[in-house]
């Protein structure tokens, strides 16, 4: 006997709870969170003390979930940084008349191959979109955030802040399917230098001190070039899109010229190449361009 959608939607948010991946409900047949907004809070319930977000009220919590679920059938939401997750999001491109552009799943496996690493195994599911999200199990004391295309080209990431719709949830484009691999496997340390967040520089102090400031930003370059030129095989670049989003920051408070960076960079990786110079300048240029927009005074908050 078929079993009907509200009770397989259930099972598949129960299923993620088992896996310890704290669930929330999406609105049935979509992506976004079924839960009130802030504007619309009550102030009571679950936000007696205060207004909950989604991330905030996402549980594994067995009876909560069967209570939630009984009312509609929730497409299942899984946040992220309360199930200690970091899942890679392959995207497919969105001009689907171009059939020569690679999708993320392509541009992901040309990342681990420079990497000296194959593509990760471990749990994944198949998006409706036809996209691949590939989990893993983030490490213990670092803060990771959501990332839009700075790891590659239609390569996203999802951790604190953000969450993603689980298998055995269904939307008019397709169901969310669960592929292979039981278990969300550690997330590779060589994946885990790229996404980890670059340190940020001392604040560039203003007025009679401005020498001070561009003295510690030659510093900072000089130390970047450095370990650009350094760097162990399988490492380098991961080791270049770091000094990149790191070396960004000084040129968006203007300590900095970009030509510089680049010139510089481009000679550290030159050193000892083992890819095409066209493929370092592309690291390059993105990391640059990601930490330039996301540090550039006045930036819109997200």
């Not at 078929?2 to 129960?14: G, K, N, V």
């Not at 001190?209 to 670049?237: C, H, I, K, P």
């Not at 203007?254 to 083992?274: F, K, M, P, S, W």
Request: aromatic share 6%; net charge positive; with cysteine.
């Amino acid at each position: 006997m078929t079993q009907d959608p509200r009770s397989a939607l259930l099972c598949a948010a129960l299923d993620a709870a088992e896996r310890g991946w704290h669930v929330f409900p999406l609105r049935p047949g979509t992506k976004r969170p079924a839960l009130h907004g802030e504007k619309t809070c009550t102030g009571t319930g679950p936000c007696a003390a205060g207004h909950l977000k989604w991330e905030q009220r996402a549980t594994t919590d067995p009876d909560r979930i069967r209570s939630a679920w009984s009312r509609a059938p929730f497409n299942v939401g899984i946040a992220t940084g309360p199930s200690g997750l970091l899942v890679v999001d392959l995207d497919v491109p969105k001009d689907k008349g171009s059939s020569d552009a690679p999708d993320g799943a392509a541009t992901f496996g040309a990342l681990c191959e420079r990497a000296g690493h194959p593509v990760p195994g471990t749990y994944r599911t198949r998006t409706a979109s036809g996209g691949t999200h590939l989990y893993f199990t983030a490490p213990a004391g670092v803060r990771l955030s959501n990332t839009a295309g700075s790891v590659a080209p239609l390569v996203d990431t999802r951790a604190h802040g953000g969450y993603v719709v689980a298998a055995g949830s269904i939307t008019p484009a397709g169901p969310y399917e669960a592929l292979c691999a039981p278990v969300a496997a550690p997330l590779p340390g060589w994946l885990l230098s790229i996404l980890r967040p670059a340190p940020k520089p001392v604040q560039a102090p203003t007025g009679p001190t401005v020498g001070q400031s561009r003295r510690y930003a030659d510093v900072a370059l000089a130390n970047e070039v450095r370990n650009v030129a350094t760097a162990a095989d399988g490492t380098r670049n991961a080791t270049l899109l770091r000094a990149a989003r790191a070396l960004g920051r000084l040129i968006a408070s203007g300590d900095l010229a970009r030509v510089q960076v680049e010139q510089a960079l481009r000679e550290a990786a030159a050193g000892n190449a083992t890819q095409p110079q066209r493929y370092y300048d592309d690291v390059i240029r993105r990391g640059l361009d990601w930490s330039i927009a996301h540090n550039s005074a006045g930036r819109r908050a997200a």
